[in-house]
């Protein structure tokens, strides 16, 4: 149901603000009416325009890159619960005071810094890098009670699905959320999901290189920080926006997982039609 929101008199001369399109400022607070009350909305292009521009000319890929546009300035962040993917107003609690709050869509934290995992990219099925490969080179050892870590001998080089495998067989996320490339990131204005598709081309380049490491995640934020993949760019007045490529491999990942869903969905109705 839609809300009533603020609009304080410094919204217009945010620096933040002053980045984005003027349809991408109008777009941002029409999300404000339809967010729920802690600032959480469906991460759906199509619902958007439906809610926010009914009567424009204005497509849902339109609004997917003014979403976009809003994320390259820190003005919104996206994140998922199960398959499904949302959005949360950053400066929701700092500016929206709500007396009697209702909660619609899963909650959303900024201390809930998810790393990136085996799933994030599609890696394959194959076999490549099991047995004693994994075993004698697993991802970090965990610390015991007292926080220190075990020795262990010294690391020796394997390859990119052998250091994924070892990560899953340890229960770890193969970037961990307290890595450094997110603060590195958060620093340089470099928004969470624009490193999570340098992490699905990384994993991608990687998977059938047959390219050995030691240390794959020293690896993988040397590429974040040289930006070996040509993502993203900065402008000198601030911001992070994606580059042809980023868009590329943005648009490939979306529809990615739109086959998925839909594949899960013919799944869930042959199973109700059994």
Same mark, same amino acid.
């Given at each position: 149901m839609a809300r009533i929101r603020s609009i304080k008199p410094e919204f217009w001369s945010s620096e933040q603000v002053m980045e984005c399109s003027p349809t991408s400022r109008l777009l941002f607070i029409g999300l404000w009416n339809f967010c729920d009350d802690a600032g959480n909305h469906v991460a759906s292009a199509k619902t958007i325009k439906a809610e926010i521009f009914p009567g424009d000319d204005i497509s849902s890929t339109d609004v997917q890159r003014m979403l976009d546009e809003l994320s390259s300035n820190s003005l919104i962040a996206f994140y998922a619960n199960g398959d499904k993917q949302y959005l949360h107003v950053t400066g929701w609690k700092k500016h929206q005071k709500i007396d009697r709050p209702t909660f619609k869509?899963?909650?959303?934290?900024?201390?809930?810094?998810?790393?990136?995992?085996?799933?994030? $990219? &599609?890696?394959?099925?194959g076999e490549e890098?099991?047995?004693?490969?994994?075993?004698?080179? $697993? &991802?970090n050892p965990p610390a015991d009670a007292e926080g220190r870590k075990p020795t262990r001998s010294k690391r020796e080089k394997i390859t990119f699905p052998a250091f994924v495998e070892a990560c899953r067989e340890a229960g770890e996320r193969a970037i961990r959320a307290d890595d450094p490339i997110f603060d590195f990131a958060e620093d340089a204005g470099i928004p969470r999901e624009f490193i999570a598709l340098a992490w699905r081309e990384f994993a991608l380049r990687h998977r059938d290189s047959g390219r050995q490491q030691k240390d794959w995640r020293a690896h993988f934020r040397d590429a974040v920080r040289r930006n070996w993949f040509k993502l993203w760019w900065c402008p000198e007045g601030g911001g992070c926006e994606l580059t042809t490529s980023g868009v590329q491999v943005k648009r490939e990942r979306d529809a990615e997982r739109a086959r998925e869903q839909a594949e899960q969905a013919d799944q869930q109705r042959g199973q109700e039609a059994a």
């Open positions: 869509h899963p909650a959303y934290s900024s201390d809930d810094r998810r790393g990136l995992d085996e799933s994030s $990219p &599609p890696e394959g099925k890098g099991k047995g004693e490969e994994r075993k004698k080179n $697993p &991802p």
